[in-house]
């Protein structure tokens, strides 16, 4: 079965400070992979997926196919990137699987 | 607003009673997605539609709970006979396939089942 792994509920960091958010799963074949993000008060929103290799408000996140990985990276966290952060790869039929997520909490 | 909608945003109802929840999705947006999410965790699959037709039901979803999209458009999902265990956001989300499978989230309907 196909499975996400946030290991971390919480990051809690100051503004500046880098943000490496840890997504691991488990998938045969290859998968495609997002990370969602929630506001506060907003909707769930796409934030970016591995097969763009774009950049969003900063954020990057690199497909490590060896380590089932699939981090999110900011090197300059901002307090607007306070959110519930979702990695999620596609399952069958394209649903979403999504990990349990991982709150950043930006301090000033 | 174009967006994803659901209705009601908020429902409380006593254990044993059915609640009927609506979701409109994008105009165009031929596959729908319901997930359900418990408070700590993140959403998860419910069921799916391509158009009118329901092509994935997860073991979530017991006899209990039924989903319907008629016309391919709104999808509404039942739950007969609640119990307090469903109490949870439930999710709604749209995609068409050009739009490389970005899901399009509503903001959900929290039921609480006392």
Known sequence: AQRVTQPEKLLSVFKGAPVELKCNYSYSGSPELFWYVQYSRQRLQLLLRHISRESIKGFTADLNKGETSFHLKKPFAQEEDSAMYYCAPLGGYNKLIFGAGTRLAVHP | ?114
């Open chain 2, 1 to 114: 607003d174009t967006g994803v909608s659901q209705d009601p945003r908020h429902k409380i109802t006593k254990r044993g009673q059915n609640v009927t929840f609506r979701c409109d999705p994008i105009s165009e947006h031929n596959r729908l997605y319901w997930y359900r999410q418990t408070l700590g965790q993140g959403p998860e699959f419910l069921t799916y539609f391509q158009n009118e037709a329901q092509l994935e039901k997860s073991r979530l979803l017991s006899d209990r709970f039924s989903a319907e999209r008629p016309k391919g458009s709104f999808s509404t999902l039942e739950i007969q006979r609640t119990e307090q265990g469903d109490s949870a956001m439930y999710l709604c989300a749209s995609t068409r396939q050009t739009e490389q499978e970005t899901q399009y989230f509503g903001p959900g309907t929290r039921l609480l089942v006392l």
